[in-house]
């Protein structure tokens, strides 16, 4: 948070300066820097002030320990991938493989229950909005590649 | 005053009413009570997850399903405390204290339908308490200036730091300064310059704040699930909890009413503090509960006490309640889930503040009578349902967790249609879990993220009128009095660290003495 501090106060003396905030007290840039010197002054107190826990600081290591970074991380990337896929393969494919992914991680293999979710789920889903509430979900781009659509 | 209160207290009847707002409050209650339930996700969560659900509804419409979501999900949370010592939230930690003991004494029944009758009973008399004092402090807000707005934003970014415990102080303050952070990105409406955007036409118009509220929330919150393989869930039988389960006898209740009168009044005005909400009034009304009881009635306290169960159920709704004072009158948020709120409310187009009690009267009484409402069904319908609602906590998580996930994603996806914002979620999601992995909380960020435009403008505008002087943060004397409550809010925490430190100081010293 120090450093991320210090980095928003740097890039907001980056923030250009309209015509109007020539010579004006109140600019663009003097909340950014207000801020900038806020967050690395709360920072710097809790890396330097005494913990009030009897038990002292806690390290990043302990806070951590046994926790499963494996499925939370594929859990992440499935997630990038969805978004990343949804507009070529659209709303109906690209949700039903990432709930289908999302269960397959978490050790559920029994493929027929998995069906059996995320189909449903996707279709009501897809219905509601286009059907029900009038919202235009474009399909995928590889339809129109394909010539299906 | 009085005419002008029945005269809303009609209006909002009238809003309410309709059935297609019965009907949403309705299915904001069902649906809030279904995702707080769910372990890990608490009301914060609820309502931002129906928000896009309501986009397509008018405002009046939208803020009554989203007051059903807030009611159900608290409701919600006690039932998943009470079952699984699983609270959704910190607002129903109380709870478990003494309702989960009850359940593994073998009443889960009983202590769900005390839960149910204390939090109707809390809502009851806060909603009550609200029609009163709400048009009173709206009237006295409408001669507010932008230095007292400045300044009452101040104090409630202070007191939701203040409020969070133990050693999290500055954390929170940090967080807030980090809300305050994000929400410079985008545009400078006064100026019209572009701040912090670094070329990308997506955050010209900023961060859409209910992509920040699920990231930091819904997300988080379900990978965390993971994270911490929480299975808590697993040890459930639902066949457990039956109709017959959830009676109380007339002694029970006699037991609880005074309980409940008590909770109920502290927890109103606890709620109306800024920045207190619902978990301080729940952990305050369970203090006040044990420290009147009698030295018997003590021990029970944490092993099963219907006493200790009512106590925070009424405070938690009433608080709940309570905290929709500083939101319609003001325009500041009381808690994590009203700054959701005010953020859809601003979606909406319109400003919450004194001003709203004439310019949207029916969105202001029909959120209050659909409060009321909610409390209604809540405990009509829900009750009965109990039975049913527990089967969804044998859910297991192996495909809970993907539908939140894909929910969260949808929820955001399904109005912009922008894949950039599911990117952009990820990666507030990456950053929000590393934050709560060093216990960094994520409501204060929220509140400072909603609130740092108005900040800004309200600073500015107080600014251009005292000739960009600060003097009006001590010269008009309501600014002044909110400033003091503020630094008295900030030192409450080191006052109280040092009374505490010499008081032990003493102690030791007596024994010395002594010895």
């Given at each position: 948070?120090?450093?991320?501090?210090?980095?928003?106060?740097?890039?907001?003396?980056?923030?250009?300066?309209?015509?109007?905030?020539?010579?004006?007290?109140?600019?663009?840039?003097?909340?950014?820097?207000?801020?900038?010197?806020?967050?690395?002054?709360?920072?710097?107190?809790?890396?330097?002030?005494?913990?009030?826990?009897?038990?002292?600081?806690?390290?990043?290591?302990?806070?951590?320990?046994?926790?499963?970074?494996?499925?939370?991380?594929?859990?992440?990337?499935?997630?990038?991938?969805?978004?990343?896929?949804?507009?070529?393969?659209?709303?109906?494919?690209?949700?039903?493989?990432?709930?289908?992914?999302?269960?397959?991680?978490?050790?559920?293999?029994?493929?027929?229950?998995?069906?059996?979710?995320?189909?449903?789920?996707?279709?009501?889903?897809?219905?509601?909005?286009?059907?029900?509430?009038?919202?235009?979900?474009?399909?995928?781009?590889?339809?129109?590649?394909?010539?299906?659509? | 005053?009085?005419?002008?209160?029945?005269?809303?207290?009609?209006?909002?009847?009238?809003?309410?009413?309709?059935?297609?707002?019965?009907?949403?409050?309705?299915?904001?209650?069902?649906?809030?009570?279904?995702?707080?339930?769910?372990?890990?996700?608490?009301?914060?969560?609820?309502?931002?997850?129906?928000?896009?659900?309501?986009?397509?509804?008018?405002p009046a419409t939208g803020m009554v399903l989203l007051a059903g979501v807030y009611y159900g999900a608290i409701f919600g949370g006690s039932t998943s405390s009470i079952l699984i010592?699983?609270?959704?939230?910190?607002?129903?930690?109380?709870?478990?204290?003494?309702?989960?003991?009850?359940?593994?004494?073998?009443?889960?029944?009983?202590?769900?339908?005390?839960?149910?009758?204390?939090?109707?009973?809390?809502?009851?008399?806060?909603?009550?308490?609200?029609?009163?004092?709400?048009?009173?402090?709206?009237?006295?807000?409408?001669?507010?200036?932008?230095?007292?707005?400045?300044?009452?934003?101040?104090?409630?970014?202070?007191?939701?730091?203040?409020?969070?415990?133990?050693?999290?102080?500055?954390?929170?303050?940090?967080?807030?300064?980090?809300?305050?952070?994000?929400?410079?990105?985008?545009?400078?409406?006064?100026?019209?310059?572009?701040?912090?955007?670094?070329?990308?036409?997506?955050?010209?118009?900023?961060?859409?704040?209910?992509?920040?509220?699920?990231?930091?929330?819904?997300?988080?919150?379900?990978?965390?699930?993971?994270?911490?393989?929480?299975?808590?869930?697993?040890?459930?039988?639902?066949?457990?909890?039956?109709?017959?389960?959830?009676?109380?006898?007339?002694?029970?209740?006699?037991?609880?009413?005074?309980?409940?009168?008590?909770?109920?009044?502290?927890?109103?005005?606890?709620?109306?503090?800024?920045?207190?909400?619902?978990?301080?009034?729940?952990?305050?009304?369970?203090?006040?509960?044990?420290?009147?009881?009698?030295?018997?009635?003590?021990?029970?306290?944490?092993?099963?006490?219907?006493?200790?169960?009512?106590?925070?159920?009424?405070?938690?709704?009433?608080?709940?309640?309570?905290?929709?004072?500083?939101?319609?009158?003001?325009?500041?948020?009381?808690?994590?889930?009203?700054?959701?709120?005010?953020?859809?409310?601003?979606?909406?187009?319109?400003?919450?503040?004194?001003?709203?009690?004439?310019?949207?009267?029916?969105?202001?009484?029909?959120?209050?009578?659909?409060?009321?409402?909610?409390?209604?069904?809540?405990?009509?319908?829900?009750?009965?349902?109990?039975?049913?609602?527990?089967?969804?906590?044998?859910?297991?998580?192996?495909?809970?967790?993907?539908?939140?996930?894909?929910?969260?994603?949808?929820?955001?996806?399904?109005?912009?249609?922008?894949?950039?914002?599911?990117?952009?979620?990820?990666?507030?999601?990456?950053?929000?879990?590393?934050?709560?992995?060093?216990?960094?909380?994520?409501?204060?960020?929220?509140?400072?993220?909603?609130?740092?435009?108005?900040?800004?403008?309200?600073?500015?505008?107080?600014?251009?009128?005292?000739?960009?002087?600060?003097?009006?943060?001590?010269?008009?004397?309501?600014?002044?009095?909110?400033?003091?409550?503020?630094?008295?809010?900030?030192?409450?925490?080191?006052?109280?660290?040092?009374?505490?430190?010499?008081?032990?100081?003493?102690?030791?010293?007596?024994?010395?003495?002594?010895?």
């Amino acid at each position: 948070m120090l450093l991320f501090s210090m980095a928003y106060g740097l890039l907001a003396f980056r923030i250009p300066l309209s015509f109007m905030d020539q010579g004006e007290f109140f600019t663009s840039r003097t909340m950014p820097y207000a801020l900038a010197v806020l967050g690395t002054i709360l920072s710097l107190l809790i890396l330097v002030m005494p913990t009030v826990d009897p038990e002292g600081k806690r390290t990043l290591t302990e806070e951590t320990h046994g926790m499963d970074w494996k499925k939370a991380i594929l859990l992440v990337v499935g997630m990038i991938i969805y978004g990343l896929v949804m507009k070529w393969l659209g709303f109906i494919i690209s949700s039903i493989v990432f709930l289908l992914c999302g269960f397959y991680i978490l050790g559920e293999r029994r493929i027929k229950r998995m069906l059996l979710a995320a189909i449903p789920l996707v279709l009501l889903l897809w219905v509601i909005m286009s059907a029900l509430l009038d919202v235009y979900i474009a399909p995928g781009e590889i339809f129109y590649m394909l010539g299906v659509l | 005053m009085w005419d002008g209160m029945f005269s809303g207290m009609l209006t909002g009847i009238s809003t309410t009413l309709i059935p297609m707002n019965i009907a949403m409050v309705l299915f904001g209650c069902f649906m809030g009570s279904l995702i707080g339930m769910l372990p890990g996700l608490g009301p914060i969560t609820a309502v931002a997850l129906m928000i896009p659900v309501t986009y397509g509804l008018d405002p009046a419409t939208g803020m009554v399903l989203l007051a059903g979501v807030y009611y159900g999900a608290i409701f919600g949370g006690s039932t998943s405390s009470i079952l699984i010592n699983a609270p959704g939230e910190a607002a129903t930690v109380a709870t478990a204290l003494d309702g989960y003991p009850l359940a593994r004494q073998g009443y889960p029944g009983k202590a769900l339908a005390i839960a149910a009758y204390a939090s109707f009973s809390g809502g009851t008399i806060s909603v009550i308490m609200l029609m009163v004092f709400a048009p009173i402090l709206a009237s006295v807000a409408t001669s507010f200036q932008s230095a007292d707005y400045f300044a009452l934003m101040i104090l409630g970014l202070t007191a939701v730091s203040a409020f969070a415990g133990r050693g999290g102080v500055l954390k929170a303050l940090l967080m807030v300064v980090l809300g305050l952070m994000l929400a410079t990105v985008g545009t400078d409406q006064t100026s019209g310059v572009q701040r912090f955007t670094f070329g990308s036409l997506e955050l010209l118009d900023g961060i859409e704040f209910l992509l920040l509220a699920m990231a930091t929330f819904a997300l988080t919150e379900a990978l965390s699930i993971i994270l911490k393989r929480d299975a808590s869930s697993d040890s459930l039988d639902p066949k457990l909890i039956g109709f017959k389960s959830l009676k109380v006898t007339k002694k029970e209740f006699k037991q609880i009413g005074p309980t409940i009168g008590r909770s109920s009044l502290l927890g109103f005005f606890i709620g109306v503090l800024p920045g207190a909400g619902a978990t301080l009034g729940s952990f305050m009304a369970y203090g006040m509960e044990r420290n009147l009881a009698s030295p018997e009635e003590q021990k029970k306290f944490g092993k099963g006490s219907l006493r200790g169960l009512a106590a925070p159920e009424a405070g938690n709704n009433a608080a709940s309640s309570g905290s929709f004072v500083p939101l319609l009158c003001l325009g500041i948020p009381g808690s994590g889930t009203t700054a959701v709120m005010l953020g859809a409310l601003i979606a909406y187009g319109i400003e919450p503040g004194p001003r709203m009690l004439t310019a949207s009267p029916e969105v202001f009484w029909g959120l209050i009578m659909s409060m009321y409402l909610g409390n209604v069904f809540l405990l009509i319908l829900n009750l009965p349902l109990i039975p049913y609602f527990a089967r969804l906590l044998a859910i297991p998580r192996n495909f809970m967790v993907p539908m939140i996930l894909f929910f969260s994603l949808m929820g955001v996806y399904l109005i912009t249609f922008n894949d950039f914002d599911i990117l952009m979620m990820v990666i507030f999601c990456i950053a929000a879990m590393a934050l709560r992995l060093m216990n960094f909380p994520m409501a204060p960020l929220l509140l400072g993220f909603i609130l740092g435009g108005l900040m800004e403008d309200n600073l500015r505008r107080a600014l251009l009128i005292y000739d960009e002087s600060l003097s009006f943060m001590w010269e008009r004397p309501l600014t002044l009095g909110i400033n003091l409550t503020t630094l008295f809010i900030l030192l409450f925490p080191l006052l109280r660290s040092f009374l505490a430190r010499r008081k032990s100081g003493g102690d030791s010293d007596d024994r010395e003495v002594a010895a």
